[in-house]
């Protein structure tokens, strides 16, 4: 049982020795440590539907031997959910008294940002894609976005600014509209083709991937400590405990029937928050092992009730890419469901059985499955 919670902010260690289960990261970040007080993650909606608070978690996975990144709502997040893992904010990739960030100045030069509220989220969006895939194509791109809102600016200069990141931009040598003379880029009307390409000086600094903030070493030599061991945090109010084997699941739950078992707490933050509910038992199913694997074989996949709709997607996508049509055709009913299906943030930790238990009448994919299940 941990005694502390650890975790890591812009590369510094963080230690709590009596975290409040009840506080979310975002609480957390901008409020609570005094030392910390990160403010450019903004509080929007509150429940991880505007992005305005993304933030980028990190963690070793072993089985993989690679760091993995992933955006989140740090409104949603919850604390004792960032135990062992690394968090990124728009303050630690650079700022005006340091150095911009080749993100940060793109979409400043592209006049991507207006009342610059949603700005921190649709730049820690794109510097996550980034730290996964250093040239982005332009699907990747456009779809990297779809747990950010914007108000002001119509997303056009937002995309502008960024798609100079992707494999795409620039490929047309002598056509290339920078190359052009302005009189070259109108159409018979008199419309300019590409408004980008004079809204915005394209004379920006070029980015270096091997430059970036290092994932903290100590998270991975002490992985183990940190992820399979039992965890438990407490208040007068609330108790947070993280099992690590099924069995301990079990007893938790025989102990405390009316626990809450959450893994991505895009319901039950929603819950605590806006009807005000108190849940005094909250049980974490996010490291146990046997609850997130996938097997796939010939005759369908299993996937474990903890695994993220994310991986979700990923799996089926690449069944779908190997076995013929008339197999996967289920699968692709899924994958159309899943674009539409809340954001990268969300989907990037709320579970498949989380989504069942959640039961939603009116979206999720609990439909698809009944109309799967009576096919």
Request: with cysteine; charged share 20%.
């Amino acid at each position: 049982m941990a005694a502390e919670l650890e975790f890591y902010v812009n590369g510094r260690k963080i230690t709590e020795s009596k975290p409040d289960p009840e506080l979310t990261l975002l609480q957390y970040l901008r409020h609570i440590h005094i030392s910390v007080r990160l403010t450019g993650t903004k509080l929007g909606c509150g429940e991880g539907g505007c992005g305005a608070c993304t933030v980028m978690i990190s963690t070793y996975n072993p089985s993989l031997d690679k760091i993995l990144h992933y955006t989140a709502n740090a409104c949603l997040f919850p604390l004792c959910s960032v135990h062992g893992l690394a968090v990124t904010t728009v303050e630690g990739i650079g700022s005006t008294r340091t150095k911009l960030h080749p993100v940060q100045e793109r979409i400043a030069k592209a006049h991507g940002s207006q009342c610059g509220f949603c700005t921190p989220g649709f730049v820690m969006s794109m510097y996550t894609l980034l730290r996964n895939n250093p040239q982005p194509n332009l699907e990747e791109l456009d779809t990297a976005f779809d747990g950010n809102l914007c108000r002001c600016t119509g997303y056009r200069p937002i995309i502008d600014g960024f798609r100079t990141f992707t494999k795409e931009y620039c490929t047309m040598g002598e056509q290339c509209c920078q190359n052009k003379k302005k009189e070259e880029l109108l159409d018979k009307t008199g419309n300019i083709v590409d408004a980008s390409c004079t809204l915005f000086n394209k004379d920006y600094q070029p980015y270096d991937p091997t430059q970036e903030l290092i994932f903290p070493p100590q998270l991975k030599i002490r992985f183990k400590g940190y992820h399979e061991r039992y965890v438990s945090f407490k208040t007068d109010r609330v108790e947070w405990h993280r099992p690590v084997t099924l069995p301990e699941l079990l007893e938790l739950k025989e102990s405390y029937p009316d626990a809450k078992i959450i893994i991505g707490n895009s319901e039950i933050g929603i819950e605590t928050k806006f009807k005000k509910m108190l849940y005094k038992v909250l049980i974490s199913a996010t490291n146990i092992s046997v609850l997130n694997t996938i097997n796939v074989a010939d005759g369908g996949i299993n996937i474990g009730a903890s695994v993220n709709l994310a991986r979700f997607e990923d799996t089926l996508q690449s069944v779908v890419n190997k076995y013929s049509e008339e197999k996967t055709r289920s699968f692709k009913a899924i994958l159309e469901i899943l674009r539409w299906f809340a954001g990268h943030q969300i989907r990037n930790v709320a579970a498949v059985g989380g989504n069942i238990m959640t039961a939603s009448p009116i979206s999720d994919l609990n439909p698809l499955k009944v109309a799967l299940i009576i096919i």
